[in-house]
């Protein structure tokens, strides 16, 4: 069950982690979706959107997604996260992040996150990661 909203969990983050990157689409039972504005900052050579780019956005869409199922919770944390680079993503595109909770435990969630530049349809990256919550008892 969704807990909360796309705009509560963007005022919740205004709070604890303003410097995250991306803008919340859209959030539903154990799905997020954000897209991010590509910039200058954001590129490697050769007009690309850069690797740490991609696999920060897709870290906090992931933690998007978690938040809409269990609330606000700062101390969610990554402790896994793997990234297979598909192709080159555009640099003068949006990119957008699709996650997916595949697990979610009292402990534990474990997702995954495809990544586009916007209007294409094949990924340009396929991302895993765990989250570790913390114990509420």
């Known amino acids: 069950m969704t807990v ?16 995250r990157m ?3 689409e859209a959030v539903s ?6 897209s991010l504005a590509i910039e ?3 590129l490697r050579p050769g007009a690309s959107v850069s690797g740490p780019t991609m696999m920060g956005l897709s870290d906090v869409c992931l933690y998007v ?21 598909l192709r080159r993503a555009r640099g003068d ?5 699709n996650a997916r909770l595949i697990k979610l435990g009292r402990r534990l969630a474990v ?11 094949a990924p340009v990256a396929h991302v895993t990661a ?8």
Do not use: K, W
Not at 29 to 34: D, N, P
Not at 65 to 85: R, Y
Not at 111 to 121: A, K
């Open 4 to 19: 909360m909203t796309a705009a509560a969990i963007e005022d919740f983050l205004d709070d604890v982690f303003p410097q």
């Open 22 to 24: 991306g803008t919340i």
């Open 29 to 34: 039972e154990m799905r997020a979706t954000m």
């Open 40 to 42: 200058d900052e954001h």
């Open 65 to 85: 997604a978690i938040l809409a199922q269990i609330g606000p919770e700062p101390m969610a944390v990554t402790s896994n996260l793997n990234c297979h680079f």
């Open 93 to 97: 595109r949006d990119l957008i992040a």
């Open 111 to 121: 997702g995954e996150v495809e990544l586009f530049s916007d209007g294409d349809e």
């Open 130 to 137: 765990t989250y570790v919550l913390p114990d509420n008892d």
